[in-house]
């Protein structure tokens, strides 16, 4: 049984149990850690921060600025990896227990929704019957509650993306000082009202690109929410006095009443089962009824169903953890090597050595500075060798914001008597006070002796 528009909306029964209880207490977790996580702050600055307009991120206290291209595209590719690699191995487990979207739909908006129109028997009835004040008052009060806790969750959002700083002061600055960003909140609240009133599961079995993504990235051996066919079926209903021939599976329609997307898990693994675990507890629970074994629907592999043999680790696992320790290695290198600015310096277009009367000679160049970090430096630029100074055209202000960059015009003016051929290599590094901040090399050219 698959989800159509004509079978929405779903009425899916209050799940309990064993496996919905853990779910709880993690749930409980994760909304903690999600309300909490932008407030923790590391140096001075947010652990986290997902500013993908402007490029800036920050992960467990390092910054990605727009100028980490490595940084940045060894993250991402390491994320897609790990995803890849953990899905191989644990099937949808991140669905099911930690995904914002399964989090809040099926341990707050449905839990509200069982509170103030009951179970599914009770919600169907209410939204076939007529507009009672009785009705008007429970969808008046389940949609006002949404709307407030969309509200909350747009406002975490953009926590998230722009700090809470500037959060704060949205709120708490006139509305017309940041209308765009008012706004956005605005159109957010409706965007997961929206999602959580009336989309629902199909935010997973039509929008999500991982959850479509789950006949690739899964095989034989991964671990999933799986009916034990070979023990359940054929399948019957239980006849009371007579001895039985069927399978396990008494046919009673628990796990598909109880599922969130749904589907029949019996018919196989579904790209729309998010391993809530639902149907676990549903079909347990009837196990016991009924004196059988637990665990006809079971976290399982489908080898271990069909061939009894459980083989987490396969060659193909293998290839992806040594990729991903490949990438975490260079990933580990680029961090440890990183330096808080990136300068660049190169010889002024069109400009020639300049041969001055007290023995020197003079290069223009023409350099930029960018700064790596989410702070303020106030950097300075030195030549380290060979012996000589740096003449900078104007008084240039060097100060650079976070994730900022200044630029200017410098004579580097060096000695004759330091000159040994026609190119020399210069090496020049940036400071902030007595912080060495950042070392690089350029040539200097000279007339031929
Ligand atoms: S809950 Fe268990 S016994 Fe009932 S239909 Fe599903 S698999 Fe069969
Ligand atoms: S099939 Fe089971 S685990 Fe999958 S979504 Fe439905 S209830 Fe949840």
Known sequence: MKTSPESRPLYPQRPEGKWHNRRVVFSIVIIALLFVTPFVRMDGQPLVLLNVLERKIILFGIFIGPQDYWLFGLTMLSFFVFIVLFTTVFGRLWCGWACPQTVFMEMVF?????????DAGKQKLLDKAPWTSEKVLKK??????????SFAIAN?????????DELYKIISEPIEDHIGLFSGIVIFTGVFYWN??????QACTVVCPYGRLQSVLLDRNSINVAYDHGRGEPRGKLHKGSDRTEGDCINCFQCVAVCPTGIDIRN?????????????????????????DRGLIRYTSENVIERKTAKVITPRTWGYAAVLLL???????????RTDTQTTLFRAPGSRYIENSDGT???????????????IIKPSLHLDSPHGKLLFAGSPDLTLEA??????????????????????VLKLSVSQGNQQLETFETTFIAPEE
């Not at 449905?110 to 009951?118: D, P, Q």
């Not at 008046?140 to 806790?149: E, H, Q, S, V």
């Not at 975490?156 to 809470?164: D, Q, S």
């Not at 196989?268 to 347990?284: H, L, P």
């Open 140 to 149: 008046g009060l389940k949609y006002t509650i949404f709307l407030i806790i």
């Open 196 to 201: 959580f009133a009336w989309l629902r599961e």
């Open 403 to 424: 994730a900022g960059m200044s630029e200017g015009t410098v004579f580097v003016i060096i000695p004759k008597s330091e000159l040994k051929s026609r190119k020399t």
């Open 156 to 164: 975490l959002l953009l926590a998230y993306v722009l700090g809470t």
């Open 110 to 118: 449905r839990k509200i929704e069982y509170a103030i129109e009951g």
């Open 361 to 375: 000679i003079s290069n223009l160049y023409t350099f930029k500075i960018f700064n790596k970090t989410n702070h």
């Open 268 to 292: 196989g693994t579904q790209m729309e089962c998010v391993n809530c675990t639902a149907c676990i507890d549903a079909c347990d629970a009837i196990m016991e009824k009924v004196g059988f």
């Open 327 to 337: 990438l975490w290695s260079a990933l580990g290198f680029v961090v440890a090597t």
